[in-house]
């Protein structure tokens, strides 16, 4: 018996990625998955995204633990569609229990425009706006909402990373603000919201030329194993990054009634990069 048996879960950016860990260990525990995808690049952001065949393998792995699987091309930008998309999984699985609104870019190097700003905006903060405003209609008691926010989040406003970077941090401030002020309008429902906010963590948004540059700003073009140097600066812990796998771990806490009584908070998993970074008490 896993903790999730006949629930459903809707995870937006479910593809690779967290997303994917996100969607398999929910699913190991008996939850049905809506899993939602762009699975197509967008003109502001500076690395690729995930393609339709990221999705059908996130697919074989749900199906592999004995959970059913709903996937849905979809762009979280498109209001409509996202409540189209929800409702059509809803339709299918039968209900909603938790909702996992993970979908987000980080555009940062060269190549950035004010469409990378855009892009961000759109994605990391109206994207979760539409995954969690499509779903509210089909919550009841005992409901999950899971927002993945970013330790940027909780480090305040940067401006020095150009218009992605900087759109980047703010949208996941906002979602950590909403996340705070919807837990309280749905506590009287018995419907739970919280934040995840991860350091970085080992996937394609970490491993891309543009993020290594902001790591190796001293060279002209910085390697993977040049980023690895510098890479466990950020946390208080001496590791590079952490694993999709740590922050999947407390998205099923979230989602499981292990947390029945835990709602607006914001949960770093983050190796010690905020109490590195942030004075007691500031």
Not at 68 to 89: I, K, L, M, S, T
Not at 126 to 136: H, R, T
Not at 185 to 205: F, Y
Request: aromatic residues 6%.
């Amino acid at each position: 018996m896993g903790k999730l048996d006949g629930k459903v879960a809707v995870i937006s950016g479910a593809a690779r990625g967290q997303g994917r860990s996100h969607a398999v260990n929910l699913a190991a525990e008996g939850a049905s998955i809506i899993a939602l995808d762009i699975c197509a690049d967008l003109e502001g952001n500076t690395y690729p995204l995930a393609r339709p065949e990221d999705l059908e393998e996130t697919g074989r792995l749900v199906e592999k633990e004995g959970a059913r699987f709903h996937p849905v091309v979809v762009d979280v930008r498109e209001r409509g569609a996202v409540w189209q998309a929800v409702a059509q999984g809803v339709e299918a699985l039968g209900r909603l229990d938790i909702v996992v609104a993970n979908a987000g870019i980080a555009p940062l190097g060269s190549g950035q425009t004010m469409q990378s700003w855009s892009d961000t905006i759109d994605t990391d903060l109206v994207g979760v706006f539409n995954v969690v405003q499509a779903s509210l209609p089909h919550l009841g008691a005992g409901a999950s909402i899971i927002a993945t926010g970013s330790l940027a989040a909780q480090l305040g406003s940067s401006t020095k990373q150009g218009p992605g970077g900087s759109a980047y941090s703010l949208a996941k401030q906002v979602v950590a603000h909403y996340v705070n002020d919807l837990a309280v309008q749905l506590a009287k429902k018995s419907i739970r919201v919280n934040a995840v906010h991860p350091t970085n963590v080992n996937t394609d948004m970490l491993h891309n030329e543009g993020m290594y540059k902001i790591f190796r700003p001293d060279l002209e073009a910085p390697t993977r194993a040049d980023a690895e140097v510098a890479f466990p600066a950020m946390q208080a812990m001496r590791v590079p990054y952490i694993e999709p796998q740590d922050v999947s771990n407390l998205v099923v806490f979230l989602a499981s009634e292990d947390s029945r009584y835990i709602t607006g908070s914001q949960l770093r998993v983050d190796a010690g990069g905020f109490v590195k970074a942030v004075p007691w008490g500031k």
